[in-house]
């Protein structure tokens, strides 16, 4: 079993920036790959970026050159770093994280981009 606990979300400007952290109750060298999903009121969840265990990265096109995924195994915490963010970008925000004994999803964490 793995907890995730999401932070770091809220309301800001347009153009603004936020960091989102992800952090697991165990150590991440036991995680496969882990990504951050969005879903959009009345809308589909996405995935937006992902990090395997060995530090490779993808994004989904919307969000390239914008938002960076990085993962620092010591302190079990995968963060996503959003800057020039949009109002499209507004979604509540999931931590996954896939591992040899099943696939677990954080809470969520609310970000709003809204002037």
């Known amino acids: 079993q793995v907890q995730l606990v999401e932070s770091g979300g809220g309301l800001v400007q347009p153009g603004g920036s936020l960091r989102l952290s992800c952090t697991a109750s165990r150590s991440f060298f036991s995680i496969s790959v882990v990504g951050w999903y969005r879903q959009p009121s009345g809308k589909q969840r996405e995935l937006v970026a992902a990090?395997?265990?060995?530090?490779?990265?993808n994004y989904v096109d919307s969000v390239k050159d914008r938002f960076t995924i990085s993962r620092d195994n010591t302190e079990n915490t995968v963060s996503l770093q959003m800057n020039s963010l949009k109002p499209e970008d507004t979604a509540i925000y999931y931590c996954?994280?896939?591992?040899?004994?099943?696939?677990?999803w954080g809470k969520g964490t609310l970000v709003t981009v809204s002037s």
């Open positions: 996954n994280a896939r591992t040899p004994s099943g696939t677990y």
């Open positions: 990090i395997t265990r060995g530090g490779s990265t």
